[in-house]
C-alpha cells in the first residue's frame, strides 16, 4: 500500500493497494488506487469494472463500518489499473476497503503493505472470504515482484503452490 504524499494538489488523498486479476488463465497484477477528494459524497469504480466488482461498494461500506471504522463521507475514486483490462470477481473488495483505510488515515500505509498483493472478498461483518483464480493471482503479484499475497485462511493453500 502507498500513501502519495499525502494531499493531491485539489484536496484530495490517493492510496495504492495491489491486487490482481484473472484473464482467461492468466494473472494480471492491478494496482487499486483510491482518492478520496472534497465535494459531495459519491462514490465510483472506473477502470473496466463488472457488476461483481461495481457492487462491492456496498460490501465494503458495511464490512469497514462493522470492523470499527469510520466509511468517509467525501468523494471517492477507485481506480482499477491498468484500465484497458476488464475486471471481475470479488477479490477487490479487501483492497478496496485497505485503500479507503489508508487514504482516510485510519490505517498506517507502511512499506511493507506496499510489497504485498490483497484478494478477498468482504464478508459484512469484515471478515474476509475466498475468492476463485487465486493461483494465477498469487502468481501475477509475484511476477510483479510483490513479497506475497494477504487471502482468505480458506485460499491459503492454494496461494502457497506458485
Known amino acids: 500500500m502507498e500513501l502519495f504524499g ?19 488463465i492468466d494473472g494480471h497484477a492491478v494496482a487499486v488506487e483510491t482518492d478520496l477528494a472534497n465535494g459531495i459524497p ?11 466488482v461495481r457492487e462491492s461498494r ?5 464490512a469497514v463500518r462493522n470492523s470499527g471504522f469510520e466509511f468517509p463521507s467525501r468523494r471517492i475514486t477507485v481506480n482499477l489499473a491498468p484500465a484497458e483490462l476488464r475486471k471481475s ?14 487514504a482516510s488515515g485510519q490505517v498506517q500505509a507502511g512499506e511493507r503493505l506496499g510489497r504485498l ?7 459484512l461483518d469484515g471478515s474476509v472470504k475466498p475468492v476463485q483464480g487465486v493461483l494465477p493471482m498469487a502468481d501475477a503479484a509475484r511476477r510483479r515482484g510483490l513479497a506475497g499475497v494477504v ?5 491459503a493453500a492454494e496461494a502457497a503452490a506458485t
Do not use: H, I, K, M
Open 6 to 24: 499525502g494531499s493531491s494538489v485539489l484536496g484530495g488523498v490517493l492510496a495504492r493497494v495491489w491486487s490482481a486479476a484473472v484473464r482467461g
Open 42 to 52: 459519491c462514490y465510483a469504480t472506473v477502470g473496466l469494472p463488472d457488476s461483481a
Open 58 to 62: 456496498e460490501r465494503v461500506v458495511a
Open 89 to 102: 470477481g470479488t477479490q477487490f473488495d479487501l483492497p478496496v476497503a485497505l485503500g479507503v483505510l489508508a
Open 117 to 123: 498483493a490483497f484478494l478477498g472478498e468482504l464478508a
Open 151 to 155: 487471502v482468505a485462511p480458506e485460499n
